[in-house]
C-alpha cells in the first residue's frame, strides 16, 4: 500500500509530523513502512504555459517554435520536438534557470538556428512514472486541463511535493489498505482524531429500485451486495487532483468514473464497480455461483472458462462480473457509457482467493477482499463514491440503494483482565493506562472495579478477535521498549545434546581436523543424480516435487555423493583439483510409487577425496589419494565412536565404482553384520565422464553408528609382564584377502596374541606370478606372568601352521 | 719400580700416580674439548633454515552454516535448552495447520511451498517442530528446546535468497511466561552472538502461531548503532521473529493455554551467518567453493 502524505492530511492532521518520523513511528508500531518516496524528484521553476502558436521550424522537419504565455509578462519562444505539441493547449514550461529530475538545468539554447527561451516538459521529463499516466499522455508532451492556471507552478498543480509512504503490511493489517485505516492508525499512534469524508449522497427523486432489483443466491459467498443506479454521467478526464492521488497510490487514471471506484476503494478499502447499467439486461443483478458452462470475456479482454464453484455477478441473462476480481468487458464503462449500476459488496476472502488463484488473476480489489473487507464500510463507501460521480462526472443519484444482505455478525465483545494483560507482558499497567490505550485505539471498553475489560473492536480490526489480540494491541502502544527485561522464572532445565546430535558434531570436528572441508548442499537434485549410485538408494523410488523450478532440482536426493561429485567438478573447474569433502545431511527414501505418508529421512556421512592428500613442498613430492585414504577416514570414524572392532570390509562392485577397488562396509550388529555404504574408487568411465581424476569417495547410513556408538571408556590395567615380539612374512596367492590372514592369525595366537599389525605387502618378480608377500607383526603376551620362549614358540609354529594350512602359505626365511 | 726400594716404592708411586692422573686429566679434557668441538661443528652442519614452512597437518573446515548453529546452541544450550529435530519432508498438517494456519488461510501466501503430494510438502519453516515437542512433551512443562534445520521455500535465488536455507527455533512453555522474559532471553542470547554492547529492540509483526507477534533488531553489528550501509543507515539489524505462542498453537499441541504461555523465536541462519562474517552473497554457501570453505577453518 502506497500512502500519500498530502492525501493523508485529509484524514488527520499531520502538522509537525515529518514523513520520516511518521514512517518510523508506524513501523515501530507495526506497520513496517518500506520506503519513502518523494514524489518530486527535483522539478523546480516548472510553470504552466499557454500555447498561443505552434510554426513548423524552418530548417528542422521534426521540431516546431511555439510561443507561449507562461505568466512570466513576455511572450517566449520555445522549440519543441513533441509531435502533439498545438496552439492552445495548457503545457508544462521549464522556464529559463528551470532545474529537472537528474539535475538538468535549463538554459537559453538555439535550436537549429532559433532560440529557444524555456522547453515544454513531457511527464517522464518532470519525473512521472509515464506508466500510470492515462494512456493519451504517455507519448509526448504532458497536455494539462485547460483550467490549468497559466504561471501555477507544476509542483503545486500535480501535488508533486508528497512523500508516500511504502507499507509493508502483514497479513493480519488488512485494515491499512486504505487511507482511512492508515488515518485511524497514525490516530492511535498520535492521539490525533480522524476526520471522515463527506459521503452525503443529494439523490434525484426517481428511485434506483425502479431500474434493477437484487438478489444474493449464493449467501456463504457474499454476505451483503449494495447497487446505487446512477443517471446521465458524462465520462471524462478526473481532475488533476484526482489523478495526481491516484498516481501517488500506484495507480493509472481511466476515466472519472472508474477513477471513483479506484479513489474510494483506496479510501475506504472498500473495493467498488461500475458497471454500463445500459449493458446490463433483465432488470435484475444476481450473486451466484457460475453455471456450468459459462463462459466471461474480463476487462482484460481474456475470454475465461468459469466453474461451478466460482462467484459471478450475472443479470438475468449472463453473468457480468467475476466477483470482487474483475468486471466483464461487455458492460465495461465506456466513453459512451450513460447510465451506470454502481456495486459495493462484501465477498467472501475465501471464495475470491480461490477463484483468483484458479485464474492466476489478481486485482486491488481480489487482494483486498482475500483480506475481508469491513462490513460497515460497504454502504459509506457506496455513498462517498456516489456523491463524487455526482459531483465529477455529473451523474443524477437515484434514490436509494437497492441491496440484499445476510443476517448482519454480532458484535464481538472480548474479556481480558487487567492481570493478564500484566502476567503476559511482565509490566504493571494500571486500568487507566489500559484504558487509554483502547481509546486511542476507539476501542470501545468498559472496565469494572475487578479490571475485567470488556471490549468491543470496530469492525474494521478484523483480526481482533481474542484476549491475546487486544493484549498485543496494549503492548505495541505501550511500546515494547518499555516493556522490561525479565529473567524467565520456575524451575531450571539442564540442555544438551542428544547421543546423535553429539555423535555429527563429534564427527565434523573429527573431519575437519583430519583435513577435511565439510559441504552443504542441496536437498533437490536432478532424476539422473538421484539414480546414479542405486545400491546406496535402498531401492528407493524418486521423489518428485509437484511443481520444481528446474529440472535439475526436481527429485529429493537419494545419496548425498551426486552432489558431492557436483561440488568436485565446480571446485576442478577454478583449478581446485585437490579437494578432501564431507557432508553429513539426510537422504530421503520410500518404497512408494505415489507418496502416501513421509519418506524415510536417512542422515548420512559421505566423503570425496580427489587429488593429492599433500601437495608437493619443499620437503616432499606430492602424495595423491587412494583408496585406504577414503578407508582411513572411516577407521578414524568408527574408533572414534567405539567401533573399530565392530566394522567389516568386503569386496564389492556397486553400479558407478570401480570394481575392483571398491568394499561394502558391514557393522556388526545384534541383528548380524548389517551394511551400512560402500567406500570405493568411482569407476574411471563415470570419472572421465565429470572430468575428475582419480576421485574416492564413501557413504555411511548414522543410523547404525547412532545406535551402536558407544563413549563408555573403560580403562584396561596396562601390562605388568614384558611381550614377546615376532614377525613373520609368508607368501600367499595374490587374492588372498589379509584381513582374512590376520583373523587366522587372531584365531590361532588365541589368548596369548595380544595384537597382530600388517606392516607390509610386497608382490615382485622373484615372488612367481600371482603371489604376494605378506609380513605381520605378532605381539605375545601374558597378563600374569612372563611368557617363556618355548611357550612363545610353540604358539607362534601354530600361527605358521595355520597360515600354510588354510592359504598355501610359504613362510619367507 | 722393581729397582726401587720399600721406602721408595710408595712415594714414587704416589708420584707416579699422581703423574699419570695428571697426563689422564689432560687427555681427557682435550678429549672433552675435541668431542665438544665435534658436536658444536656438527651441530653448525645440521643447522637449518628455521623460517621454512612446516609440515602442518592438513587443515578442514566446518562449514560456515553449521559452525552458526554450533554456536547458536551452544549458548541456548548453555542457558538449560535442549536440541530437538524434525523430519524436512513434513505433512500439511504440521507445516501449517497446527501452527494456525488452515488451509485456504491468506497468510500461506507469505511462504510459497514445494510441496510433494497435497497433504506432502517441503517443510517451509522449522515450526512444525516446535508442535511435535509439545505433542511428545505430552503437556509436560517447562518445554525448552531449540530447534535448528534446513527448509525449503520458493523463491528465486539471488544474492539474499536461496531456496534451501537453515532455521533455528525456539519454543519455551511454562506456567508464567512473560514477553519480559523473551526479551530477557533475546537480549542474553545477541550479546553472547553479537558483543555484549549489543541491545535489542523489538517491533509488533504477524506470525499466525503466535500472538503477540514481533521481529527483532539487533544494533548493527559493523557500525555499532552509529549506522553505515549494511544497516541503511538505520544503526539496527533485523535478525529474528518471536511472540508469545498462540493460544490455537498450545491446545493443538496439547496445553491449556489458561495454565500455560511460552514464547517461541526463529531465525535464519544463513542471515546471522551473513552478517557475522560479512559475506556478501547467500549463494556461496551452496556452491562449496573450497576457496570459501577455506576461510572458515579456525577453532
Redesign the interface.
Given at each position: 500500500m502506497k500512502v500519500s502524505c498530502h492525501w493523508l492530511k485529509e484524514y488527520i492532521d499531520l502538522e509537525g509530523i515529518k514523513a520520516e518520523v511518521l514512517a518510523e513511528m508506524l513501523t515501530r508500531g507495526g506497520i513496517e513502512v518500506d520506503g519513502i518516496e518523494n514524489r518530486n524528484q527535483g522539478v523546480d521553476g516548472v510553470v504552466v504555459g499557454y500555447v498561443i502558436s505552434r510554426e513548423k521550424h524552418p530548417d528542422a522537419d521534426k521540431l516546431s517554435v511555439c510561443v507561449v504565455d507562461a505568466g512570466t509578462g513576455e511572450r517566449l519562444q520555445i522549440v519543441c520536438g513533441a509531435k502533439n505539441v498545438d496552439a492552445g493547449q495548457k503545457v508544462p514550461v521549464a522556464l529559463v534557470g528551470a532545474v529537472l529530475p537528474g539535475g538538468l538545468k535549463i538554459k537559453r539554447a538555439k535550436l537549429r538556428g532559433v532560440e529557444s527561451q524555456g522547453m515544454i516538459c513531457s511527464a517522464r521529463e518532470l519525473g512521472l512514472n509515464d506508466k500510470l499516466l492515462p494512456k493519451e499522455q504517455q507519448e509526448g508532451i504532458l497536455v494539462l486541463p485547460e483550467s490549468a492556471p497559466v504561471g501555477k507552478p507544476i509542483v503545486e498543480l500535480l501535488a508533486l511535493n508528497d512523500n508516500v509512504l511504502e507499507l509493508d503490511l502483514t497479513p493480519n493489517r488488512s485494515d491499512c489498505l486504505s487511507m482511512l485505516g492508515v488515518a485511524y492508525e497514525v490516530g492511535a499512534l498520535t492521539g490525533r482524531p480522524v476526520k471522515l469524508p463527506d459521503n452525503a449522497v443529494h439523490h434525484a427523486a426517481e428511485r434506483a429500485d425502479r431500474h434493477f432489483q437484487v438478489r444474493i443466491e449464493a449467501k456463504e459467498q457474499c454476505s451483503h451486495y449494495a447497487a446505487r443506479y446512477i443517471k446521465g454521467v458524462a465520462i471524462g478526464p478526473s481532475p488533476l487532483w484526482l489523478q495526481s492521488r491516484l498516481m501517488a497510490a500506484g495507480i493509472r487514471p481511466i476515466n472519472n468514473v472508474v477513477d471513483v471506484t479506484n479513489y474510494v476503494m483506496l479510501e475506504y478499502g472498500q473495493p467498488l464497480h461500475a458497471f454500463d447499467a445500459d449493458k446490463l439486461e433483465g432488470g435484475r443483478i444476481e450473486v451466484r455461483l457460475a453455471r456450468e458452462g459459462e463462459e466471461l470475456t474480463t476487462l482484460d479482454g481474456q475470454k475465461r472458462k468459469l466453474e461451478p464453484h466460482m462467484l459471478v455477478i450475472a443479470d438475468a441473462a449472463k453473468p457480468v462480473a467475476l466477483a470482487g476480481i474483475m468486471g466483464g468487458a461487455d458492460s465495461e464503462v465506456t466513453g459512451n457509457t450513460v447510465n451506470l449500476l454502481l456495486e459495493s459488496a462484501r465477498f467472501d476472502g475465501g471464495a475470491v482467493r480461490r477463484t483468483s488463484r484458479q485464474l492466476g488473476l489478481r486485482s486491488e480489489s481480489s487482494l483486498r477482499f482475500e483480506k475481508e473487507v469491513d462490513p460497515e464500510r460497504v454502504l459509506p463507501a457506496l455513498d462517498r463514491a456516489a456523491s463524487l460521480i455526482a459531483e465529477l462526472a455529473q451523474g443524477l443519484v437515484a434514490e436509494g440503494v437497492v441491496q440484499d444482505k445476510t443476517a448482519p455478525g454480532e458484535a464481538r465483545e472480548i474479556i481480558v483482565t487487567l492481570d493478564k494483560i500484566n502476567r503476559y507482558l511482565g509490566t504493571g499497567l494500571s486500568k487507566m493506562e489500559v484504558q487509554t490505550i483502547f481509546g486511542r485505539l476507539q476501542f470501545e471498553s468498559e472496565v469494572g472495579d475487578d479490571g475485567v475489560f470488556r471490549v468491543t473492536p470496530p469492525s474494521r480490526r478484523g483480526d481482533i478477535v481474542r484476549d491475546v489480540d487486544l493484549i498485543e494491541e496494549v503492548a505495541r502502544l505501550y511500546g515494547y521498549d518499555n516493556i522490561p527485561t525479565t529473567a524467565i522464572e520456575g524451575r531450571t532445565t539442564p540442555g544438551g545434546l542428544t547421543k546423535p546430535q553429539a555423535i555429527r558434531r563429534g564427527l565434523r570436528r573429527l573431519l575437519a581436523d583430519a583435513g577435511l572441508h565439510e559441504a552443504v548442499s542441496y536437498s533437490f537434485t536432478s532424476p539422473a543424480g538421484a539414480a546414479l549410485f542405486p545400491q546406496l538408494t535402498d531401492a528407493s523410488r524418486p521423489i518428485r516435487l509437484a511443481m520444481p523450478m528446474s529440472e535439475e532440482r526436481s527429485v529429493l536426493r537419494t545419496s548425498l555423493l551426486p552432489q558431492l561429485l557436483d561440488i568436485a567438478v565446480y571446485n576442478r573447474n577454478r583449478k581446485t583439483n585437490d579437494l578432501a569433502l564431507f557432508e553429513i545431511g539426510s537422504v530421503f527414501h520410500t518404497q512408494e510409487e505415489e507418496l502416501t505418508r513421509q519418506p524415510k529421512e536417512k542422515h548420512r556421512l559421505a566423503v570425496l577425496l580427489t587429488g593429492n592428500r599433500r601437495q608437493a613442498g619443499w620437503n616432499r613430492t606430492a602424495e595423491p589419494f587412494d583408496f585406504y585414504d577414503a578407508k582411513g577416514v572411516l577407521e578414524s570414524v568408527f574408533a572414534s565412536v567405539g567401533l573399530a572392532e565392530d566394522v567389516e570390509y568386503e569386496a564389492a562392485a556397486p553400479e558407478h565404482f570401480h570394481p575392483g577397488r571398491t568394499a561394502a562396509i558391514r557393522l556388526r550388529t545384534e541383528r548380524g553384520a548389517e551394511p551400512i555404504g560402500y567406500v570405493g574408487q568411482l569407476h574411471p568411465s563415470l570419472q572421465s565422464e565429470y572430468g575428475l581424476a582419480d576421485t574416492y569417495v564413501l557413504e555411511i547410513d548414522l543410523e547404525p553408528v547412532y545406535e551402536r556408538a558407544d563413549f563408555n571408556i573403560r580403562y584396561r590395567q596396562l601390562p605388568r609382564y614384558p611381550a614377546s615380539e615376532r614377525d613373520l612374512a609368508v607368501v600367499v596367492d595374490r587374492g588372498v584377502e589379509t584381513a582374512r590372514l590376520t583373523a587366522a592369525v587372531r584365531e590361532a595366537g588365541g589368548d596369548l596374541l595380544e595384537s597382530v599389525r600388517l606392516f607390509d605387502v610386497y608382490t615382485g618378480e622373484k615372488l612367481g606370478e600371482g603371489k604376494k608377500s605378506v609380513a605381520l607383526a605378532l605381539v605375545y603376551r601374558h597378563p600374569e606372568r612372563t611368557l617363556t620362549d618355548e611357550e612363545v614358540a610353540e604358539r607362534h609354529a601354530a600361527v605358521v601352521k595355520k597360515l600354510e594350512q588354510s592359504f598355501s602359505a610359504e613362510l619367507r626365511k | 719400580m722393581g729397582a726401587l726400594s720399600a721406602e721408595e716404592r710408595p712415594v714414587v708411586g704416589q708420584v707416579a700416580n699422581e703423574v699419570r692422573e695428571a697426563i689422564e686429566a689432560v687427555i681427557q679434557e682435550k678429549q672433552e674439548a675435541f668431542a665438544r668441538l665435534e658436536t658444536e661443528s656438527r651441530l653448525r652442519a645440521e643447522t637449518i633454515d628455521v623460517t621454512?614452512?612446516g609440515?602442518a597437518?592438513?587443515?578442514?573446515?566446518?562449514?560456515p552454516?553449521?559452525r552458526i548453529v554450533?554456536e547458536i546452541?551452544d549458548i541456548?544450550?548453555?542457558?538449560?535448552?535442549?536440541?530437538a529435530?524434525g523430519?524436512?519432508?513434513?505433512?500439511d498438517y504440521y507445516n501449517f495447520e497446527a501452527l494456525n494456519l488452515p488451509k485456504?488461510h491468506?497468510?500461506r501466501?507469505?511462504q510459497d511451498s514445494?510441496?510433494?503430494?497435497e497433504e506432502?510438502l517441503?517443510r517451509t519453516q522449522t515450526s512444525p517442530v516446535q508442535v511435535r515437542t509439545m505433542k511428545a512433551m505430552n503437556g509436560r512443562t517447562?518445554v525448552?528446546v531449540i530447534c535448528p534445520g534446513?527448509v525449503?521455500r520458493?523463491d528465486?535465488d539471488d544474492a539474499t535468497h536461496s531456496?534451501?536455507f537453515n532455521q533455528i527455533e525456539g519454543l519455551?512453555i511454562?506456567?508464567?511466561?512473560?514477553?519480559?522474559?523473551l526479551?530477557?532471553?533475546l537480549?542474553q542470547f545477541s550479546r553472547q552472538m553479537f558483543g555484549s554492547q549489543a541491545q535489542i529492540?523489538?517491533?509488533?509483526?504477524?506470525f499466525p502461531f503466535t500472538?503477540?507477534?514481533?521481529e527483532v533488531d539487533v544494533t548493527c553489528v559493523q557500525c555499532g548503532g552509529s549506522g553505515c550501509r549494511m544497516c541503511k543507515h538505520t544503526g539496527w539489524l533485523e535478525i529474528l521473529g518471536c511472540g508469545?505462542v498462540?493460544?490455537r498453537v498450545l491446545e493443538m499441541g496439547g496445553y491449556d493455554p489458561e495454565e500455560v504461555?511460552g514464547f517461541a523465536f526463529g531465525m535464519g541462519v544463513e542471515r546471522i551467518a551473513l552478517l557475522k562474517y560479512g559475506i556478501d552473497d547467500i549463494r556461496h554457501?551452496?556452491?562449496?567453493?573450497?576457496?570459501f570453505?577455506?576461510q572458515f577453518?579456525r577453532l
Open positions: - | 621454512l614452512p609440515n597437518p592438513a587443515a578442514g573446515s566446518i562449514h552454516l553449521n554450533q546452541e541456548f544450550i548453555g542457558m538449560g535448552y535442549t536440541v529435530e523430519p524436512e519432508v513434513e505433512t485456504n491468506p497468510a501466501d507469505m514445494f510441496y510433494i503430494t506432502l517441503m517447562p525448552k534446513k525449503y520458493r528465486d531456496f534451501q519455551v511454562d506456567k508464567h511466561i512473560r514477553i519480559s522474559d526479551k530477557g532471553t537480549l529492540r523489538l517491533r509488533p509483526s504477524f500472538e503477540p507477534s514481533m508469545m498462540h493460544p504461555t554457501f551452496y556452491t562449496n567453493d573450497l576457496r570453505l577455506n577453518g
